[in-house]
């Protein structure tokens, strides 16, 4: 089963600070530089949420 990495912002959108921690957390997880995160944007483009999945291997 894949393990998930998922990021919410602490105000309403994600800042370069809230992004490099979710790289840091899903590198020390187990993602690989090849791994597609995924995001949730807001209607004026700005991101909400990241997310990506770990195989568990």
């Known amino acids: 089963m894949p393990k998930k ?3 919410v912002p602490a105000d309403e959108f994600m800042t370069l600070d809230e992004i490099a921690a ?8 187990g993602a690989s530089g090849d791994s597609v995160p995924k995001g949730r944007l ?7 949420q990241l997310v990506v999945e770990i195989d568990a291997d």
């Open 22 to 29: 979710f790289v840091a957390d899903a590198f020390a997880a």
């Open 5 to 7: 990495i998922e990021h």
């Open 42 to 48: 807001s209607f004026g483009a700005k991101l909400k």
